[in-house]
């Protein structure tokens, strides 16, 4: 009994794709979306809070970029963001990239310490780095289904190799993503649907990693072989690579940027 293989969908460059960029008005989701917005990609910059960030931003690039209100606590919110964002441009979404942070700065004297971590901080990050990924993917699949196949990454941590600061939700919640990550992979991929991860390092410098003393970017650029701490540009620049037509057969996977601190 023979086997006939899966389809395989062709891969639109990145100047022919709508991309949605969740928590995109600050931070590495501006520098993901500033990215692709460079590379001739049309952009929906979901943003919660910054409305002034990413409307700014929106505007640098007036026919290829819209700013798009969607709290991803509320998935209905996000699936009327991702009809209006598809009505505005008249295409599907094909690239999805969860980045979103829910109120988290890495500030390691501020973090729950293991005696005094709650249920509640669990939750919080829980809720942010899982169920929020997972309801944006569900909001696209209909149009990644209807375009014959699509992208999806997810933004990770290498703090679940190298807990150079020990943030126990956060990273928890992104060791989840990263599980989902590679089980998501494994159900779509027979639609034409890959799914990796891109985890950074501690990045210099975005919002949530502002408040972060110097001694920490220090100490973290003294064990990198770069010997200096990796850039929301950078980290982006590894995020085209898969939604590019490069990485038709990468699925499944996590890629760190971080300057070589973590190995393999």
Known sequence: MSTQPATVARTPLIGEQLVLVTGAGRGLGRAISHAF??????????YHRSQEAAEQLAEQFPQQALALHADLNQPETLKEAVTAGEQHFGMPITTLVNNALFDFSFNGNARAKAADLSPS???????????????AIQAVLPS???AGGGRVIN???????HPVVPYHDYTAGKAALLSLTRTFAEDLGPE???VNMVSGGLLRTTDASAATPADVFDYIAAGTP?????????????VLFFASEWARGVTGQNLIVDGGLVKG
């Open 37 to 46: 917005l460079s590379a001739g990609a049309r952009v929906l910059i979901n």
């Open 144 to 146: 990644m289904r209807a």
């Open 192 to 194: 034409g649907i890959n």
């Open 155 to 161: 933004i990770g941590t290498n703090l679940f190799q």
């Open 226 to 238: 770069t010997r200096r701490v990796t850039t929301p540009e950078e980290l982006a620049d590894a």
């Open 121 to 135: 901080d669990l939750q919080r990050q829980f809720s942010g780095s899982v169920l929020a990924p997972v309801a």
